[in-house]
C-alpha cells in the first residue's frame, strides 16, 4: 500500500511538472476543443502510472463508444501514442532530474509494463536509450558541480580584492 503511494506520488509530481495542469495547451490544435478531451486527458495523468491504462479503461470511465474515443485523439495520432508520448516524457523528465535512479525502477513507475517495451519506445522516440540518457544527465550534473567539490582543500587566505587591492585589476578582469 505504500508502495502503490509512493509511486502515484512521483508520477503526478513529473505530470505535474509536465504542465498537468493545462491539459488544453498539451492538445491544442489551434482548433476548438470537446470539453471531453480535457476531462479524459486529466483522467489519463492520473492514472499514468498504471499499467493498465489503455482505451478500454478510458472508455469505461466515460461510457465512450471506441469510435468516438478514436476520434477525440485522432488529431494526437491515437490514444495509445498519447499515452505512450506522455509516459516517455515523464521517464524523460525524471532521469533529467534524478540520473542516479534506475531505469528499470523508473519504466514501471510510469507505466510501461515490460523493460523491451520501454528501451524500445525511448529509442524510438528520443533516438536514444534511457541508458545512454541517463549518462548524459550524469555528466551534466557533473559538470554543473561547482569546481570547489573537486579541488583539494587549501588552506585559508585573505580573499583576492583584499591582497591585490591597489595593485590594479586582477589577471581575467575585464
Known amino acids: 500500500m505504500s508502495f502503490h503511494h509512493t509511486s502515484t506520488s512521483v508520477v503526478h509530481a513529473l505530470a505535474d511538472d509536465l504542465g498537468t495542469h493545462r491539459p488544453h495547451q498539451r492538445i491544442c490544435n489551434g482548433s476548438a476543443l470537446d470539453p471531453r478531451l480535457l476531462r479524459i486527458v486529466d483522467f489519463i495523468d492520473i492514472h499514468l502510472g498504471e499499467c493498465d491504462l489503455d482505451e478500454r479503461m478510458i472508455r469505461d470511465a466515460f461510457a465512450l463508444s471506441r469510435p468516438t474515443l478514436y476520434r477525440l485523439f485522432q488529431p494526437q495520432g491515437g490514444v495509445a501514442r498519447y499515452i505512450r508520448?506522455?509516459?516517455?516524457?515523464?521517464?524523460?523528465?525524471?532521469?533529467?532530474?534524478?540520473?542516479?535512479?534506475?531505469?528499470?525502477?523508473?519504466?514501471?513507475?510510469?507505466?510501461?509494463?515490460?523493460?523491451?517495451q520501454f528501451q524500445r519506445a525511448?529509442?524510438?522516440?528520443?533516438?536514444?536509450?534511457?541508458?545512454?540518457?541517463?549518462?548524459?544527465?550524469?555528466?551534466?550534473?557533473?559538470?554543473?558541480?561547482?569546481?570547489?567539490?573537486?579541488?583539494?582543500?587549501?588552506?585559508?587566505?585573505a580573499p583576492a580584492h583584499i591582497l591585490h587591492a591597489g595593485a590594479g585589476p586582477l589577471p581575467g578582469d575585464a
Do not use: I, N
Open 122 to 157: 525511448f529509442l524510438a522516440h528520443f533516438g536514444m536509450s534511457p541508458a545512454t540518457w541517463r549518462q548524459c544527465c550524469r555528466r551534466r550534473a557533473q559538470a554543473l558541480q561547482p569546481e570547489r567539490a573537486h579541488r583539494p582543500l587549501r588552506k585559508k587566505v
Open 85 to 116: 508520448t506522455r509516459r516517455l516524457w515523464l521517464a524523460h523528465r525524471h532521469l533529467d532530474r534524478d540520473p542516479g535512479c534506475s531505469v528499470t525502477w523508473l519504466l514501471y513507475e510510469v507505466g510501461f509494463a515490460s523493460e523491451r
